[in-house]
């Protein structure tokens, strides 16, 4: 029994970093489309939410409908740090920026580099915030998130 976990675990089983053996373009084509519909659905939320309590006068407690709705909306902006370990957040984000991807993005880090910040503001980083930062500043930024 130990020899069957011992094999499990065996580093020669993994696959390498970064292959796949499967780079068929049906899969990843199946894989894009699976993507895009669970987007999709995750995003409609928010809107089912407002479209909710807009017809329903009789809720008690309509703000938390519409803050769940800011909460969901929110979870999918792009949060980085600058130093992050392997690829930074910097980096991360002008790959992000040359693919053509326009996520929000709000870094947070301790680290208070002006010459990061600058590169990051310049790259469309909504807000560049250094820890510490005052509650009202991330609120702040996440709503100037949810505004695009």
């Not at 803050?67 to 600058?82: E, K, P, Q, S």
């Not at 993005?105 to 600058?118: K, L, M, Q, V, Y």
Request: hydrophobic share 50%; net charge negative; aromatic share 12%.
């Amino acid at each position: 029994m130990t020899s069957l976990l011992t094999g499990f675990f065996a580093q020669q089983n993994f696959i390498p970093h970064g292959f796949c053996l499967a780079w068929d373009p049906a899969l990843l084509g199946l894989h894009v489309i699976s993507d895009s519909v669970i987007a999709i659905a995750y995003y409609s939320i928010p809107f089912a939410l407002l479209y909710f309590i807009s017809r329903r006068r009789d809720l008690a407690f309509r703000g938390i409908f519409a803050l769940t709705g800011a909460f969901i909306l929110a979870c999918g902006t792009t949060l980085l740090d600058v130093q992050m370990p392997g690829l930074n957040g910097l980096e991360l984000q002008s790959r992000l920026v040359a693919e053509g991807h326009q996520v929000p993005i709000i870094f947070i880090t301790a680290f208070s580099d002006e010459n990061a910040r600058a590169q990051a503001l310049k790259a469309g980083a909504l807000c560049y915030l250094v820890k510490p930062f005052e509650e009202a500043d991330l609120l702040n930024s996440i709503n100037l998130a949810l505004q695009r």
